[in-house]
């Protein structure tokens, strides 16, 4: 279960980690995201930008401890209970994209069809795609913490958790180019419009 847990951190440190930079590389790029978080309607003006500063810290951060756990648990000796710090950046983690996932599901109640620039690139306009991504997201996240709880009859092998995070920095780029792939392969309906919005 060990390899389970390291792997889920390697995924999901790739994906906080580009959604965080995608924020954070330029003031014009934080700017964007906090136009489309005003655009779901949820939130004051006064509280879009600070709102919009705390969703990328968080997402650095949580990306950084998943980093050190994982580096910690192939033998990195950085003088951290590394498994305690890869369950509580797991759970951080998951708590984020529970509350992200039911924004977007009241988004899609309310009718709001604003722009997810959550990756910086590009937006797509809020869909079904993006509550079946984030679900994704929360079963990896979950995966990780029970697979820190199962405490291992034996130390697994270095060998088999490199092989786990190479797995794991593999599968998060699907997740992170989830909107190109789905416009490549699914036909695009007027319920779940896909047409791209350049920042």
Known sequence: MEGLAVGAEALLCVVFGVAASAKLHSRDALDTFARGLFDLRMLARWAVQPVAVLVAIIEAAVSVALLVACLGQL?????????????????????????????????????????????????????????????????????????HLVVPSSTPPVGGLLVAVLAGLVLA????????????????DAADDTTRIRN
Do not use: K
């Not at 869909?127 to 997201?137: A, K, M, Y």
């Not at 780029?173 to 695009?188: I, K, N, Q, S, T």
């Open 75 to 147: 033998g990195l000796p950085l003088g951290a209970d590394v498994a305690v710090l890869g369950t509580a950046a797991l759970t951080v983690g998951l708590g984020f994209l529970c509350c992200l996932t039911a924004t977007i599901m009241l988004a899609l109640r309310r009718g709001v069809r604003a722009a997810c620039p959550c990756f910086g690139r590009s937006a797509v306009p809020l869909g079904r795609r993006h509550v079946i991504r984030n679900s994704g997201l929360v079963s990896v996240a979950v995966i990780g913490i029970v697979g």
């Open 173 to 188: 780029w699907p997740f992170v180019f989830f909107d190109e792939m789905v416009g490549l392969f699914a036909p695009v």
